[in-house]
C-alpha cells in the first residue's frame, strides 16, 4: 500500500505563493501518474495538474500560467508550486498517486493540506 503525505500548505495573502510536496512511499512512484485536485467546502474535487512518468504535464484552465507540478523520482516526490494565488484557489489539496500495470490499476491518496489565500 503506497502512502503519501503533503505538506506545505497555510495562508497566504493574494498574489502570494506557496509550494506544496507530496513524499511517496513504496516503490512504484517512478512508474506512476501523479496529480494535485482540490476541494473547495461545498464543491467536488476536481484536478488541478498531473504529471506523467515521462514528465508530461497538464493543467486545469484555472491554475494555467500561475500552477507549477514537477517531480522528482529519486525523493519520491511530487511538488506543486503555486504563484499569484486568488481567494478562488482557496480548498484542501489532495495529492493522487495512479498506476497501470499492464492492465492492474491502483492507486492513492493523501490525507490532503489546506491551503487558504486571503483577500
Known amino acids: 500500500q503506497v502512502q503519501l503525505v503533503e505538506s506545505g500548505g497555510g495562508l497566504v495573502q493574494a498574489g502570494g505563493s506557496l509550494r506544496l510536496s507530496c513524499a511517496a512511499s513504496?516503490?512504484?512512484?517512478?512508474?506512476?501518474?501523479m496529480g494535485w485536485y482540490r476541494q473547495a467546502p461545498g464543491k467536488q474535487r476536481v484536478l488541478v495538474a498531473d504529471?506523467?512518468?515521462?514528465?508530461?504535464?497538464s493543467y486545469a484552465d484555472s491554475v494555467k500560467g500561475r500552477f507549477t507540478i514537477s517531480r522528482d523520482n529519486a525523493k519520491k516526490t511530487v511538488y506543486l508550486q503555486m504563484n499569484s494565488l486568488k481567494p478562488e484557489d482557496t480548498a484542501v489539496y489532495y495529492c493522487?498517486?495512479?498506476?497501470?500495470?499492464?492492465?492492474?490499476?491502483?492507486?492513492?491518496w493523501g490525507q490532503g493540506t489546506q491551503v487558504t489565500v486571503s483577500s
Open positions: 493522487n498517486l495512479a498506476y497501470d500495470l499492464g492492465g492492474i490499476t491502483g492507486g492513492s
Open positions: 513504496g516503490s512504484i512512484f517512478s512508474i506512476s501518474t
Open positions: 504529471i506523467t512518468r515521462g514528465g508530461t504535464t
